[in-house]
């Protein structure tokens, strides 16, 4: 727990200052255009708030096929731990997240830990950082087969997967056009931002992670289409900048239609029916709309006034300060506290002290985006995490915040008076009309 957070502290500012020089470079070769959605890069890096946060607190993934186990029973080769093991680690490991990444394109259970991931209508290195706040099962283990036939040794892994997946983070821009050659080795930004748009041209294509044979030999490789632009997001967009109504929206949907159909084989069939599918007697008397032109849909905004988006950027901001220093602290925040509340994947104890300060920045997180929704008790949310943040800081930490003071000369005083300015800046911002895009039909 203690090691990933301390990784993070370097992954975050490294992510942070690309995501920066990316909006300038937007701003200078696209002036004034429709390339970058304040609310959209708040909801995008919130919701890596929470991805993170679960991560490192050992909630993440559940292998239902785990890669030990596989390496035990199928084992025939040993290839140690020499550096091509390592080579031959980053092949395997693309070659079943193309599997995996097609899978969760192709099954409606799966699609539920991804659709986040696509939900922004926006390519940007944000967008990148949409993942999942709660607890994935996968059966990724099943796709490892050849790594552990090869026996690659799961020290390997543990080493490459993290630079495999922060490796799928720079192509997330449109800034980058064609590369050449490299389309041919690589997936590069101008191949993924096909896989991302909802364009029936481009729909369920590009699957690869970082090497792009993967699409070529199994038939999923789509080039741009001259005249024909990506447009982004998910064909039954979620219409809310709240990360965890988009995580779980269509879960919900599967679940209602579960217990609507009259049919008890569709009960249990739909969780694992191909992406889309809906019972037909629900489909027939709930309908739901998709979008069918997407070149005059109209995407989704809350018309925030300058006010607003610098409040909602000063909400982000705070919440990133406090999740650095809570990684910076973990250790003495999670020995300070008084007792032990559960252990989690790796059998590291968490603490009450750790539980609430976790638990306070997703509440946050919540709070603050039903606000820039113009959800009216998003007022009242942001009220009562001041409250909790409040208690945290007086009644938990006797002022001290986990000894913030000694990292940041009176950052004790901001926090006390950003917490004041949030509750009551929401209950401002929500006292307001605004405008607030419509959902669409029928949903």
Known sequence: MELYASALLYAIPFFTLLIIIELIGGRIKNGNSKFFSNFDTISSLSSGFTNTLRDVIGLGV?????????????????????????????????????????????????????????????????????????????????????????????????????????????????????????????????????????????????????????????????????????????????????????GLYHLWQL?????????????FTIWFRPLGWRPKDVEEQYPLAKIEDVYTYKEYTTEPSLFFTVWAWIQLVTTLLLLTFLFYQIGFINKSSSELLLANKNGEMIGYNLALYVGYILFNIYAYTSVMDREKVGGVLMTVSSAVGYYILFGITKGTWFNLNDIIPFGTVLLTAIFAFSGIGALFITSKKGDKSPAIANR
């Not at 997946?165 to 720079?170: K, T």
């Not at 679940?255 to 008890?264: C, F, G």
Request: proline share 6%; charged share 15%; hydrophobic share 45%.
């Open 62 to 246: 559940l292998s239902l096929i785990a890669y030990p186990f596989v390496l035990k029973h199928l084992n025939i080769f040993n290839v140690g731990n020499h550096w091509y093991a390592y080579v031959l680690a980053a092949i395997c490991l693309d070659f079943a997240g193309y599997w995996m990444h097609r899978v969760m394109h192709g099954v409606n259970y799966f699609w539920n830990s991804h659709v986040i991931h696509h939900s922004s209508e926006r390519y940007t290195l944000g967008c990148a950082l949409r993942q999942s706040f709660t607890p994935e099962i996968t059966i990724y283990g099943l796709f490892l087969i050849p790594a552990a036939i090869l026996g690659i040794p799961v020290e390997v892994f543990a080493l490459v997967v993290p630079i495999h997946l922060f490796a799928q983070f720079w192509y997330h821009t449109e800034l980058i056009g064609n590369l050449g050659f490299i389309e041919w080795i690589l997936v590069t930004p101008q191949q993924h931002s096909i896989h991302h748009a909802i364009n029936k041209e481009y729909l369920d294509k590009n699957f690869s992670q970082i090497f792009s044979i993967w699409d070529r030999l199994f038939g999923t490789y789509q080039p741009l289409i001259e005249g024909v632009k990506p447009v982004y997001g998910v064909t039954r967009p979620p219409r809310t900048w709240n990360p965890f109504k988009i």
């Open 255 to 267: 679940t209602k239609d579960a217990w609507r159909t009259k049919s008890w084989s569709d009960k």
